[in-house]
């Protein structure tokens, strides 16, 4: 099981900065364990700052565990302690995977609360104004190692049949479910966001890494919105694949992502759904 990991940040934004750059180069390979990062004064005229703020710079990757400073070799890429094991999700077959998901994750319970819909969450679900929601924030985790940061909004009406308690140790759409909502349709987009400090400590990343950004919003079979999910990964630790097959006619050929039917969900006491 991996040890969480203490992230240091420096201060200033030149040093977070070149801080972060070089944590990707490593993170992504560039550098390989072994590999002697350039000396101060090359990485100072390559990034066009002073040696003192490259030095803060590596202090950060010192403390994150990812460089090591040894006198006379320079400053030597470590090898990473990462979890080897990653959540992979085709689009082909995303829903089922995610009943699959909480057989091999955990979930911890961090906020829980009541609150009046954000505007656009109310226009996400299509509540009236001044709708009030259940608001959870929950953190992910694989053989112990967390990969995914997750906000819900459920529609108060709805969450009022099951407890804090229920959603510390059940996935959310297992209690839906319970509740009596027939889970219909779902929207979903994908993008790219940055780690804001508290997201960046629940993931154990530094503040300002690159994260894979979800919404989605769930219906249910009248059209109403019941939950809206706002999901945040670790792209070292959850990948999101598509299969493509190349189709249509010879002078109109073009990319189709490849579709299989859906497998007839699980009995409620074989399997779960996680997000």
């Not at 990757?61 to 990473?80: F, K, M, N, P, W």
Request: proline share 7%; charged share 25%; hydrophobic share 40%.
């Amino acid at each position: 099981m991996e040890q969480a990991v203490t992230v240091l940040t420096p201060d200033g934004g030149k040093a977070q900065r070149v801080y972060l750059l070089l944590r990707d180069e490593i993170v992504s390979g560039a550098h390989g364990p072994g590999d002697a990062l350039p000396g101060e004064l090359k990485l100072a005229e390559r990034f066009a700052v002073s040696r003192v703020t490259i030095r803060r710079a590596l202090e950060g990757l010192v403390a994150d565990g990812l460089v090591e400073r040894r006198a006379g070799s320079g400053t030597i890429v470590r090898e990473q302690q990462t979890a080897q094991k990653a959540i992979t999700a085709d689009f082909a077959t995303l829903m089922p995977q995610i009943v699959e998901m909480a057989k091999a994750t955990t979930a911890r319970l961090i906020a829980f609360s009541y609150c009046v819909a954000p505007p656009a969450i109310a226009e996400a679900l299509h509540l009236p104004p001044q709708q009030r929601v259940q608001r959870a924030v929950r953190v992910r985790m694989i053989e112990g190692a967390p990969f995914s940061h997750l906000t819900t909004h459920v529609p108060e009406d709805v969450a009022q049949n099951y407890s804090e308690a229920d959603l510390a140790t059940t996935p959310l759409f297992r209690l839906l479910e319970r509740s009596g909502v027939r889970v219909d349709h779902a929207t979903q987009s994908i993008s790219a966001t940055l780690a804001t400090p508290d997201v960046a400590e629940a993931l154990d990343v530094a503040t300002g890494a690159a994260l894979i950004a979800l919404t989605r919003v769930v219906f249910d079979a009248q059209g109403r919105g019941v939950e809206h999910l706002s999901a945040l990964y670790r792209p070292d630790r959850y990948r999101l694949e598509m299969t493509l097959d190349r189709v249509g006619e010879p002078d109109a050929r073009r990319w189709s992502p490849v579709t299989t039917p859906q497998t007839p969900a699980p009995p409620p006491d074989k399997g779960e759904a996680a997000e």
